[in-house]
């Protein structure tokens, strides 16, 4: 969720699965960011996002690869 990546990752920080993975977030290499949640910070994202955690990841500054 949105709130997850606010929760465990810095400003600025990319999300990737390699990271979502070591810090514990996911259990196995297939994982989707859903929008539920909100985000305060500035991600870069290589995961996949439903269309909503996109739009949510973009409004605050981030992107989505």
Known sequence: SLT???????DGETVSIEMLL???LIL???A???GNGKLSKKL???VPVSKS????I???GGSVK
């Open 4 to 10: 997850t990546l606010d929760t465990h990752f810095k």
């Open 22 to 24: 070591e810090k514990g």
């Open 58 to 60: 973009e409004q605050a």
């Open 44 to 46: 870069t994202v290589s």
């Open 53 to 56: 955690a996109k739009a949510a």
């Open 28 to 30: 196995s290499p297939v």
């Open 32 to 34: 989707k960011i859903l």
